[in-house]
T-cell receptor
Framework: SQQGEEDPQALSIQEGENATMNCSYK?????LQWYRQNSGRGLVHLIL?????REKHSGRLRVTLDTSKKSSSLLITASRAADTASYFC????????????FGTGTRLQVTL | DTGVSQDPRHKITKRGQNVTFRCDPI?????LYWYRQTLGQGPEFLTY????????KSRLLSDRFSAERPKGSFSTLEIQRTEQGDSAMYLC????????????????FGPGTRLTVL
């Protein structure tokens, strides 16, 4: 079953704008990860944030984590057409942090 | 490092047939995972191995599904007596787990095998 939901389900923006996606989850976690998936292809790992971290940056990506609200957000700044993809958050449970439980994904469309 | 590879990339089969997929993880990774993804949904966990030991199986993994990782390297996922509901993308991922406290589990995914059951 899915861990939670992502919001919005779909997002359409113009190149250069920022895109923000939100993820909610249900259980205690070890870490939360964001992945990108281009149409019909495998997932690409973007960033991992630990449960004791609140914010993390990687290039044009900024991730926040609020464990009290069981939520995370992914911000993509200065978006490009190549950012068009589906974005998924995934949580690793506490303990051995083994399997990932994915959200339902946000489909991002960046137009020129 | 050539990444995680999966074979075949696409498989079309008739209902009732058996199919087998292969996954080759990143060479130094000791953990290997299988996930299933249906259209419009996020991947769902099926099972994972640490070295050759299968440590967890999802309830999604019915008795028609079996996975092996005989030498702790590549893995196979077999589906017997396929049903139309088995049509999905089957994703494999691998990671390195040291067993140390505070180890965080970044998983690297392969391109997937898309199964269509007619």
């Amino acid at each position: 079953s899915q861990q939670g939901e992502e919001d919005p389900q779909a997002l359409s923006i113009q190149e250069g704008e920022n895109a923000t996606m939100n993820c909610s989850y249900k259980t205690s976690i070890n870490n939360l990860q964001w992945y990108r998936q281009n149409s019909g292809r495998g997932l690409v790992h973007l960033i991992l944030i630990r449960s004791n971290e609140r914010e993390k940056h990687s290039g044009r990506l900024r991730v926040t984590l609020d464990t009290s609200k069981k939520s995370s957000s992914l911000l993509i700044t200065a978006s490009r057409a190549a950012d068009t993809a589906s974005y998924f958050c995934a949580t690793a449970d506490t303990g051995t942090a083994s399997k990932l439980t994915f959200g339902t994904g946000t489909r991002l469309q960046v137009t020129l | 490092d050539t990444g995680v590879s999966q074979d075949p990339r696409h498989k079309i089969t008739k209902r009732g047939q058996n199919v087998t997929f292969r996954c080759d993880p990143i060479s130094e990774h000791n953990r290997l995972y299988w996930y299933r993804q249906t259209l419009g949904q996020g991947p769902e966990f099926l099972t994972y191995f640490q070295n050759e030991a299968q440590l967890e199986k999802s309830r999604l993994l019915s008795d028609r599904f079996s996975a092996e990782r005989p030498k702790g390297s590549f893995s196979t996922l077999e589906i017997q007596r396929t049903e139309q509901g088995d049509s999905a993308m089957y994703l494999c991922a691998s990671s390195r787990y040291s067993g140390l406290a505070g180890t965080y589990n970044e998983q690297f995914f392969g391109p997937g095998t898309r199964l269509t059951v007619l």
